[in-house]
């Protein structure tokens, strides 16, 4: 069965274009061409990918993202933002918004079905299935993959499926740095470029936001300057400070 691809974007000659291109390598894709009907859209259909353009009439691309990320029918579904905006700026607060990568316009074919492929692949389950029989617990976290959960010093903590799978490759990798191209390369599956650094700088201040006393003074997840990340955990269960 073809996997379903929602895209809205208000160019209704790019839209086409896209959709034929999408449909040749076996995506069923759909359009809408302004933010109200594509959130409707996203609510009938309940695609397996969502592709948005952030410059949108009735209702803007961030805040159709933010929307649709926090409703409980398509807050698992991973969306892609592709849009000409390519701003640091602009990709930090897609990021923020809960966009799961970010492509520019005008954008390289190949590139892009990759992605689309890499996420849906990982929201298909893939990736977590591959975290049994991997190393889930160190000290005081436990990675729970099934209910997109970690046990953090006995306290239960929500996880997104990208937050989910950042920890456990730096968990993998214990007390290492681990630098952000190999961070890129196992999660997202492709190498590293700026949007894939900043996605990847929004999910470690996410983590950290959740696990830290003091996210802007980071005890357990370390930054190792001009080397990567690092996953610093202590033996005991008992939270310090």
Known sequence: MKPTLLLIDDDLDFCE???????????????????????????????????????????????????????????????????????????????????DDYVIKPHDSEELIARLRALLRRSQGE???????????????????????????????RLTRLELEVLHCLLQRHGQAVSPEEVLSEVWGYEADVNGIECLRVQIRHLRGKLEPNPHRPSFLKTMYGVGYCLDLPMEQRRYG
Request: proline share 5%; with cysteine.
């Open 17 to 99: 274009r896209l959709v034929a291109e999408l449909n040749g390598v076996g995506f069923d894709t759909r359009f809408a061409l302004d933010g109200i009907q594509g959130q409707a859209l996203a609510h009938q259909l309940v695609p397996d990918l969502i592709l948005l353009d952030l410059l949108l009439p009735k209702v803007d691309g961030l805040t159709l993202c933010m929307r649709l990320k926090r409703d409980p029918r398509t807050t698992a579904v991973p969306l892609v933002i592709l849009t000409s905006l390519r701003a640091i700026s602009d990709k930090v607060s897609g990021f923020n918004a809960g966009a």
């Open 127 to 157: 990736a977590l299935t591959s975290l049994r029989g991997e190393v889930l617990t160190y000290g005081p976290l436990t990675l729970v993959p099934e209910r997109l959960e970690a046990i953090w010093f006995e306290q239960a903590i």
